[in-house]
């Protein structure tokens, strides 16, 4: 056989191999980007949290799971900036979830809509919530004896969901990607001169897409081009 000839076998072969590669579905979805809602680790109540996203996702925590534990937060502002004083370096960035020994879902249990499907009763979450934040700092209190700071985060996130009889985390029911941007609130109280009662919120604020800033891009540079025709002598 010449270079370049396929015989009758060969290109029936190497046909069935493009058909059947364009046929292999896709195992993981694009990231959702998380647009609004919010993270909150607050002072003596444990959290909170809810997500809203493109595609119409959503998700919000609930606080009843028989397999769940409490969620897990190896990593918590609230007892790094409790305690400490104000000049003290303090990294905001947070993990929660990731690997458990004592439970097959650290990120408790929620309700919500993924990938257009909707989820009434609460099912069971695996995976792991990572905001990164900045080392910041800490301020003296203000005038009323507060701490208050606000800083960026960014982030990232990959949520597995079991039904809530699914004790061996056997059947998943939906596995999302989430990637996302906001801010970081934290508020302390001043206890003569040590903070404490420590509350950090991650609020999630919405980013353009890239489609939506070429566009703009292109319509900067018309209203200059437009601009400059006008500005020529005639």
């Given at each position: 056989m010449t270079a370049g000839v396929l015989t009758p076998t060969l290109r029936v072969v190497a046909l069935t191999i493009v058909?059947?590669?364009?046929?292999?579905?896709?195992?993981?979805?694009d990231p959702v980007t998380v647009t609004s809602g919010a993270f909150n680790l607050e002072w003596g109540d444990g959290f909170f949290w809810g997500f809203h996203g493109t595609?119409?996702?959503?998700?919000?925590?609930?606080a009843v799971c028989p397999p769940c534990d409490v969620i897990k937060v190896p990593?918590?502002?609230?007892?790094?900036?409790?305690g400490s004083t104000p000049g003290t370096a303090v990294?905001?960035?947070?993990?929660?979830?990731?690997?458990?020994?004592?439970?097959?879902?650290?990120?408790?249990?929620?309700?919500g809509i993924i990938n257009g499907t909707?989820?009434?009763?609460?099912?069971?979450?695996?995976?792991?919530?990572?905001?990164?934040?900045?080392?910041i700092v800490l301020p003296s209190p203000n005038g009323r004896g507060e701490l208050r700071l606000n800083v960026p985060f960014e982030f990232n996130g990959q949520v597995?969901?079991?039904?809530?009889?699914?004790?061996?985390?056997r059947?998943?029911?939906?596995?999302?990607?989430?990637?996302?941007?906001?801010?970081a609130n934290v508020f302390a109280l001043d206890d003569k001169g040590v903070f404490t009662e420590t509350d950090v919120e991650y609020t999630f604020a919405a980013t353009p897409e890239p489609a939506t800033v070429g566009l703009l891009g292109f319509g900067l540079i018309g209203l200059v081009g437009r601009a400059l025709q006008r500005m020529r002598p005639v």
């Open positions: 058909c059947s590669a364009s046929a292999v579905p896709r195992l993981w979805a595609d119409g996702f959503g998700l919000s925590g609930v990593i918590n502002p609230q007892f790094v900036v409790a990294n905001l960035s947070a993990v929660a979830g990731g690997e458990s020994p004592s439970t097959r879902f650290p990120l408790g249990a929620a309700t909707e989820y009434s009763s609460p099912v069971a979450l695996a995976g792991t919530f990572r905001f990164d934040a900045p080392t597995t969901g079991y039904a809530a009889t699914d004790f061996d985390a059947v998943p029911l939906f596995h999302v990607d989430l990637v996302g941007q906001g801010t």
